[in-house]
């Protein structure tokens, strides 16, 4: 009988909602300021627009919609043999289910580009704040639902929206009041690599092991690359590349003179466009930083590749807050082709958790109500009712106890739900048409005429 | 190949999303000022939650997920079985899925309260703006994910809850700018009637049936009365009821000395009280009825039922776009007893449809894009991204062009993205640090200094 949620997922109350809100109208507002457009997807997409889009694993993880009265169904042999189909793979389920709720915003945005091009306006910059599904085993800091906030650009291969999204992530953080590096790096660079030491093939494997240099370690790197069947003589080649020391100039200056070929030349120059023309406009609260090791497991990326970590003293968080990149062929898979697209995505649940911990959440975000009025009765209530309605009007707050409790118990809802103001009406005041009104900070307490109310509180 | 997505889903653009904030934030704005706190609650909850509380045809509506990994099973005789009973019956699903998604926002607040009763001071105002889903046969207007607004106070008996709303109510339409009735009922008075015609056990037949007078007319619910079982007598006795005519207070009269019972007596009694207090308090722009045929086909309200329809000249909405009422025993299915709770829920979509139909959107609720900047090439980007930065910090919305196009296409974007002012730097303006700008409305163009830049846009 003990109600419960399901393993994963979370209530948030109305302290956590205005921190939440709080961070959410900030990326919002930036978003806005750069002149990214919103839109929303629904929940469910069909199962073919998901399927495939995520890898392997990522195709397990999608919460699949049962379809719906399957007992009236008219082909009950079609249905079985789709469930003995169930049983052998995950990802046989097409009588069963032919709906999952959304994996990310990115594939539904390409599927959104693809389905309204002829209304759309390119290069088409969007930003979507939505929750996200993933069949994931739960663990601390790891949600099966969770919201993800994008902004991306479609319709431009121009770098100078890699150079916005940098400049909204300095904007974020920098509202935000949290110190942070953004790690930057390109694709091409990762393959211009790939060619250098001859393994052109295991790009994947290279990218996927090095991703994991900052959490495994040098060592447990070289071995899971040896064990991808790189050789020595690769490996010893790829060594001064990925321990690489120095500032993003004389990195970059180094990697130029290492990988002399085309394609790592292009990303080279790519990642010395950005950090020149970017790095002087930076706030002092956002470093950024090449690193070639960056890879983000993902091989749908294209050209720059971006992480943002927490770099303030007040947190030790690691993960990373923030990601994204750019990917030349974003709707290629819905038949659209030639369409770049470049996005970044903000991990509000982490932020919030980086936010508690470096405790930066300012102290007026909570919003609370303004005024409680008590209520002693019939007789008061009407007088209530007509000056709450003026503090409406003047956009203020104020709430009338519902019950004619005791005394002890209305101030005590006052405490619990902070509010600052308990306007106190008893016969007398009735009678004076005035306001006893109590400051609960304090406990002074006043008595105003009835017309001073809202000026009262406004100037509180 | 062509994408699409689930029928009566939907994709909201730039220009339908700030339409549909402007609902949500109206909305939003006013239930903070009386008082409410937001909350939002996981879009999945278990089985468990929601089965039986919707009724048969609510348990056939949920979206239920596919458990996951069903291949991994290792009970798959289990699973067989399992599966035999959901081709016999839509709730015989235990282990093919153990989670839906939530089909409205009353039953998750309940459980919500239950789960966090010790965390939370009572009277609880709560409010909630989320989606849900109902796999609902999509028509015009009927979608199978939309969005609830949802206000409830638990834990007070009093009727100044019920008054609370109702001037929410008021306060939201008039803010929006659209003339609305409420109607209002009470659920004793109802029960006093099946008490006065000798019919308790048939209260449900005929709630439903007198629920659809407005439908399908006197005549078919005379029919419908007769088939359910009632007598002639008693449908005798039931039509002056029903019919009864004039303005609410000489409604309640008759109907006082109509229903001599005392259920029935004390739902008048409440019927009087809500109208008496909220009628003089009320703008213009909403009336008040109390209409003893509204019911809304639910059966868990035990007083207050509340219902509001479009009553302005520029629509001929019928369905209603708001309702609510009271519930005695909300979390007493989750096993906290004595807990009333009275709420109210806006269907943002059918407002939504309203105001469009009525032309009610303001001009200005479109967010655009205060300035573009021509991109002319290289030498003139930085210069202009310095000055975006400036009108960033300033809280204007401004982009640069991110590509070196033909001039065409990017007054092109301007235009289509209606955004009122160019910026064009060349080689002239660099030098001698000022920008032309043109005001799309008029084409009118002059040169400003760079330091005027914020303040042009601002007094524009």
Redesign the interface.
């Known amino acids: ?6 393993r994963g ?6 302290q956590e ?2 921190r939440r ?1 709080y961070i959410f109208d900030t990326i919002r507002d ?1 978003f ?4 990214y ?10 199962l ?2 998901l399927t495939g889009k995520y890898g392997e694993e990522g195709d ?2 999608l ?4 379809n ?6 008219k082909e ?1 042999e079609n ?2 043999k789709a ?1 003995d189909k ?5 990802t046989n ?1 097409d009588v ?4 999952a ?1 959304r994996y990310d915003l990115t594939v539904p945005f390409a ?2 580009v ?3 091009q002829n ?1 759309m ?1 390119f ?1 088409f ?2 930003y979507q704040i939505q ?1 996200v ?1 993933r ?1 994931d085993k739960p663990q601390k800091g790891r949600y ?2 969770f919201y993800q906030c994008d902004a991306d ?1 479609i319709g ?3 770098l ?2 890699e ?2 999204l940098l ?1 909204i992530i300095d ?1 974020v953080f920098g509202k935000l009041g949290l110190g942070v590096t953004i790690k930057l790096n390109n694709r091409k660079v990762l393959a211009g690599i790939a060619e250098l030491i001859d393994a052109q093939d295991k790009i994947i494997d290279i990218t996927v092991a090095i991703d994991k240099l900052d959490k495994i370690g040098e060592q447990k790197v070289l071995e899971e690359l040896f064990a991808k069947g790189l050789s020595n003589e690769a490996i010893e080649k790829l060594k001064p590349i990925i321990f690489i020391q120095g500032n993003n100039e004389s990195k970059l200056e180094s990697l130029q003179k290492i990988i002399a070929n085309d394609i790592g030349q292009k990303g080279i120059e790519e990642l010395k466009y950005i950090v020149e ?1 970017v790095g002087p ?1 930076l706030s002092s609260n956002c470093k950024i930083e090449t690193d070639i090791t960056l890879a983000r497991g993902l091989n749908y990326y294209t050209g720059a590749i971006i992480e943002v970590k927490v770099n303030d003293s007040r947190s030790e968080f690691t993960s990373s807050i923030c990601g994204g990149g750019r990917y030349d062929d974003l709707t290629g898979i ?2 659209l082709a030639n369409m770049s697209g470049v996005g970044i995505s903000f991990g509000a649940d982490r932020i919030y958790d980086v936010l508690m911990e470096a405790n930066l959440f300012p102290n007026d975000v909570e ?1 609370n ?1 303004q005024v409680l009025f008590v ?1 002693f009765g019939e007789a008061e ?2 007088y209530c ?2 000056l709450i ?1 003026q503090l ?1 009007s003047a ?6 106890f ?3 409790a005791k005394m002890k118990k209305q101030m ?2 006052a405490d ?2 902070k509010i600052p103001f308990v306007a106190l009406i008893g016969s007398q005041e009735l009678q004076d048409q005035t306001i006893t009104i109590k400051q609960m900070s304090t406990g002074n307490q006043q008595c105003i005429a009835k017309s001073e109310l809202v000026n009262f509180i406004l100037k509180s």
């Open positions: 009988m003990k109600p419960s949620i399901p997922t979370r209530d948030f109350g109305p909602m205005t809100n930036v806005k300021l750069h002149g457009l919103q839109i929303e997807t629904p929940a469910m997409e069909n073919s627009t397990q993880l919460f699949k919609i049962l719906s009265r399957l007992h009236e169904s009950k249905l079985q469930f169930t049983l052998q793979s995950a389920t069963l289910t032919e709906r709720l599927r959104y693809v389905m309204h209304d306006t290069p910059k969007r929750n599904w069949a099966r639902e650009v431009s291969t121009s100078l929206n150079i916005d400049l904007e023309k406009m819905f038949g919003f109500t209520n209530q009407q009712l007509t309605k409406h956009n203020i707050s104020a709430v009338m519902p019950e004619q005590g809802y619990a739900n």
